[in-house]
């Protein structure tokens, strides 16, 4: 099966160029697992008995590390304790464009025999290779591959070896969000700070208490952990917005350039480079009888009276800090500049800032 992708690139001159790239799916790519009688492989590398001589675990696993893992914990995977590990060719990839140090390594590893690493071309595979969703991120669509790939080699495996505790698939990840998905589409993930410290124990590089090792308690500190990174990452969101209020409520209103972003069915999304601060400017006023609105999704543009609103068009706007609900302050912009009637705003009066005195020396 042959897919092809295109794209287009900026060239170093300046101008842009058009790739289209060949991409192949094949059903021939085997998990190269010792359990599985399915695949119609020659030779395996992953072991039967996948254990790590440790009281980690209790039942046989491979380890799926992301690329953060990786790039990050290298010098654990290195250790001889740490075998039968899949490396996805995602992985692989991303690796090699971070680190070229870390990709020896990783390399180095995949071809050392008692190490039973093995690369899983998962972009080939007709089963494990995804397409880039519309606004995915590059990063969020490599993460997303990670965690197919890890599903399937769960289910993979789980119709080749019936009985019940058989070999499991962990995913080893230090993102918050991928934890999240994974678990969401049944995958066993360990977070990061706990895979640290557990990688550490199992090569004897630290020690730690038996209670950590007790695999309710292991979720409940994981989880725990996991909430409050959440609620630090809460805490951190409110304060730029708190920031970004006060500064602005100690300026009063303020007359900017900027430029649309966005068009909505009522209302522009204006970018203020100057601040780097994006805002909304509602047409529809909630208690009167607003403008005329025309919004047409080809375009995109919205019609407001006699003015037509495009992606990229210059505006000016007011920006100021409504505190009329003292719970919910929000930064407010208005139009001024173009100037429709009944819609824009005269210009605020803004005096001239006092020059900085000069220093003297
Ligand atoms: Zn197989």
Redesign the pocket.
């Known amino acids: 099966m042959l897919k092809s992708k295109t794209f287009v690139r900026k060239t170093r001159s300046g101008g842009v160029m058009k790739i289209v790239r060949e991409h192949y799916l094949r059903d021939d790519i085997?998990?190269g697992?010792e359990v599985?009688a399915?695949?119609k492989q020659e030779s395996t590398v992953l072991q039967r008995d996948a254990c790590i001589e440790s009281n980690l675990c209790s039942y046989p696993h491979y380890v799926i590390p992301d690329t953060n893992v990786v790039l990050h914990q290298i010098d654990v995977l290195e250790d001889p304790v740490i075998r039968n590990v899949i490396i996805l060719q995602t992985v692989l990839q991303e690796v090699r464009h971070r680190s070229a140090p870390v990709y020896k390594r990783l390399k180095d590893m995949i071809h050392e025999k008692e190490k039973f690493f093995y690369a899983f071309t998962n972009e080939h595979h007709r089963e494990t290779f995804i397409e880039r969703e519309p606004g995915e991120s590059a990063n969020d669509r490599n993460d997303r591959a990670i965690r197919v790939a890890a599903q399937w080699y769960s289910q993979?495996l789980k119709t080749?070896e019936s009985d019940a505790d058989g070999l499991k698939v962990v995913l080893l990840t230090n993102d918050q969000g991928n934890k999240q998905k994974a678990e969401e589409s049944g995958l066993l993930v360990y977070a990061d700070i706990i895979v640290h410290r557990l990688l550490a124990v199992a090569i004897a590089a630290d020690s730690t208490y038996p209670d950590l090792m007790d695999k309710q308690k292991q979720s409940a500190l994981a989880n725990n952990l996991n909430y409050r990174h959440k609620m630090s990452q809460y805490a951190q969101r409110a304060s730029v917005a708190f920031h970004t209020q006060l500064f602005f409520k100690s300026r009063g209103i303020l007359n900017e350039e900027g430029f649309v972003l966005f068009v909505r069915k009522n209302a522009i999304i204006v970018l203020i480079p100057k601040f780097g601060l994006e805002g909304t400017v509602f047409f529809d006023a909630k208690d009167k009888a607003g403008p005329k609105l025309v919004f047409d999704e080809e375009g995109p543009t919205l019609n407001v009276e006699q003015h037509t609103f495009r992606i990229f068009d210059k505006v000016k706007v007011t920006i100021s800090l409504d505190a009329s609900n003292i719970q919910h302050q929000k930064i407010r912009m208005s139009l001024i500049d173009p100037v429709i009637p009944g819609v824009s705003v005269p210009a605020p009066e803004v005096e001239p800032q006092a020059k900085k005195p000069k220093l003297d020396h």
């Open positions: 085997w998990c697992s599985c399915e695949c993979h080749s």
